[in-house]
């Protein structure tokens, strides 16, 4: 009876002590959930920074301020525009993987985060694993466009010019491992024709030059060619995806020369990974909502975009799809950048 009642005391003990434990793990999972869920309905508490890897001026710029500024107005936070270029878009994009996921630093995505993922032999990150899907913006068309002195007027005159001239052709890009790059690279590797690639650090800068006629032809995104083109400055020859543009009439498609060329941009937000699902989701639902707004919304349309709404998930399968896309294209060109 001794043994068997020290053996209770022990077993009561023990008893005591899991409870004990239980109660205070109880509480502090419970605490936990609070925690997090506070930090998300106070979220944001103060100013976001939106990084763009690249120079004021271009596509991915233009579109972190439009959608920034209305989610400044919806979540009574500044969303501030920081522009680090650099290394074909890997500077910022590395900024924003190593930035603590607190939702505080988020990472204008855009085709060359998928390019890179391939067209780079060493990178400190892996894009999909790394960034966590926020939301999707728009899709835009990149256009063939050359300065208007230059002596073709269409995409088979400037194929027999190129042809006629290799190697002499200057093409920009907004940098190596761009949408602007491959777009290029594809159309050289479908007909054969060489061009000399001439990297910029970003779109406004390519432009510039291209509107001065040190280069000859870019296939930039349509946003921030889009008034250049209007004003004469820059002559489209075509553009890059399977359908015209409404925003640039009579213009035709690239592949209406070239049969089963296509080639498009995406942009979107994400954030470092590890970034707490209710802050996402409180991101994405400010995005949708800027997405909705009319005047935003004419806007995008204006540029001759097609808006990204729906959730995350959704945003992340165009992350991955494009990463995938993209790849293939690579590989075909036998693009590589060390």
């Given amino acids: 009876m001794r043994v068997f009642g020290q053996f209770g005391s022990r077993l009561a003990a023990v008893a005591g002590t899991a409870a004990t434990v239980a109660l205070a793990l109880t509480a502090s999972l419970a605490f936990g959930g609070t925690a997090l869920a506070d930090d998300a309905a106070d979220y944001p508490n103060r100013p976001v920074r939106i990084v763009v890897a690249y120079p004021p001026g271009g596509t991915t710029d233009i579109l972190a301020r439009i959608v920034g500024q209305h989610m400044s107005e919806t979540l009574g936070q500044q969303f501030i525009v920081e522009n680090k270029p650099g290394a074909g878009n890997n500077i910022g994009t590395e900024m924003v993987v190593n930035s603590a996921p607190d939702g505080y630093t988020l990472l204008l995505a855009n085709p060359a985060n998928g390019i890179n993922a391939s067209l780079y032999k060493k ?151 590890g970034t707490p699902p209710a802050v996402v989701a409180k991101l994405n639902a400010a995005v949708n909502k800027a997405l909705a707004d009319p005047k935003v919304k004419a806007r995008l349309v204006e540029l001759g975009g097609v808006p990204l709404v729906g959730p995350p998930e959704a945003f992340g399968k165009v992350m991955k799809d494009e990463t995938e896309k993209w790849e293939k294209v690579v590989k075909f060109s036998g693009a590589s950048v060390d």
């Avoid at 400190?124 to 007027?153: H, Q, W």
């Avoid at 060619?225 to 690239?254: E, F």
Wanted: charge should be neutral.
């Fill in 123 to 273: 990178l400190s990150f892996n894009f999909l694993r790394d960034i966590t899907p926020v939301a999707g913006i728009v899709r835009v068309p990149n256009v063939m466009e050359v300065n208007p002195s230059f002596p073709a007027k269409t995409v088979a005159e400037f194929i027999e010019y190129a042809k006629a001239n290799p190697g002499k052709v200057n093409m920009a890009s907004s940098g190596n491992g761009t949408s602007v790059h491959l777009s290029g690279e594809m159309l050289m590797a479908m007909t054969g024709i060489k061009m000399t690639h001439v990297p910029y650090r970003g779109a406004g800068p390519a432009l510039t030059d291209l509107i001065a006629g040190t280069v000859d032809v870019i296939f930039d995104n349509l946003p921030s060619s889009i008034a250049h083109i209007q004003a004469g400055k820059l002559r489209a020859l075509a553009v890059t995806t399977d359908t015209p543009s409404d925003q640039l009439p009579g213009v035709p498609t690239v592949a209406a020369t070239v049969p089963g060329y296509e080639a498009s941009a995406w942009f979107g937000f994400g954030a470092p990974k």
